[in-house]
Each structure stands twice: as C-alpha cells, then as structure tokens.
C-alpha cells in the first residue's frame, strides 16, 4: 500500500489507511464501534496473552548443576533442578539467563502493545469525526491522563466527555 501524504490529517497525525490496516490485524471494525466499543477491543486485546505475553524473566533462565566437579544437570529447568537437589543436596546450582530470548518477548509484547494504542488513540479521533480538531490531542491527552490506570474503556468514557467540549 502507498501511503500518500494527504492520507495524513495534518493536526492529529492520524494516517487512516494505516489505522484500518492495523485495525484490522487486531480483528478490530472501526466501522461498527462507539468509542466505547473500540476500548473494550482494545482492552481485550492488551489481555489476549496468545499473542504476545508479558514474558516474566523467571521463564528465561535454566540451570546447570555440579557435584565434585561432575555435571549433574545441564541446561534444566526449575522442577528440575529441584528433583536434583533433592537428591544431591550439596550440589553447585548456576543460574543461565536466555537474555536473547528475553529481550525478544519483551520487543514482541511492547511492539503488540504499542500498535494497540496507535488504534486505540487514532480510532477515537476518526469515530468522533476529530481528526482536524486541534484541541483533539489535548481532549485525547486529558483522557488517558484521568482514565489510563483502569484501561482503555475508562480512557474512552473519559474522551467521549471532553470531545463534546470541543466539536
């Protein structure tokens, strides 16, 4: 898709072929939603953990245990190296961090999290018909501050309020 710069409204940024692609990769019809109905999506969404977890570092370490200088556990996991302990109480346990790995769920999980609040943040101003309006980012920007601790449809509740104020 060729993105031409008159498909950018100028005072929101809003690019809305971009914002109905990305929609659309989160099974989201800007279409058919209220304002409302688009923070419920997009919670749901940021809770989907099919897609992309929020990847606790405990999930990315291994173990390598020792006795005597022999190897007894290489590369285990924590039950693991818990059965080996057991057995072989006095045994060295090093720790193996997958740094790689970790850093590479933590990308996938903000890149996820950051495109559900471009359609989150781009929606609103194309269902409310403010994408030209330049109060709508302050609108937006008070929103999120009063309403972003209980998620997307709090924000939402919030951004219907103040957009009356300013169309």
């Known amino acids: 898709m060729i993105i031409k710069n008159s498909d950018v409204h100028q005072v929101t940024g809003v690019n809305v072929a971009v914002l109905f692609r990305d929609a659309e990769s989160l099974r989201i019809n800007l279409n ?5 109905t688009l923070g419920i999506a997009c ?28 190897v007894i556990g ?3 996991s924590a039950d693991q190296r818990d059965e080996l302990k057991t057995i072989n109480p006095n045994c060295l346990v090093e720790t193996i961090y997958d740094d790689v790995g970790y850093k590479e769920a933590m990308r996938a999980y903000n890149d996820r ?3 559900i609040r471009q359609v989150f943040n781009w929606g609103v101003f ?18 999120w501050k009063n309403g972003h601790y ?10 219907d309020d103040y957009v009356e104020l300013i169309k």
Not at 32 to 36: E, G, P, Q
Not at 53 to 66: C, M
């Open 32 to 36: 058919k939603a209220s304002v409302y």
């Open 43 to 70: 919670d749901d969404r940021q809770r989907d953990i099919t897609h992309a977890p929020y990847p606790a570092k405990g999930s990315y370490q291994s173990y390598n245990l020792y006795r005597g200088g022999v």
């Open 74 to 76: 290489l590369m285990v």
């Open 113 to 115: 999290a950051a495109l």
């Open 126 to 143: 194309y269902i409310e018909g403010v994408m030209d309006n330049p109060k709508a980012q302050k609108a937006f920007s008070l929103a």
């Open 150 to 159: 209980a998620g997307y449809t709090e924000v939402a509740n919030y951004f």
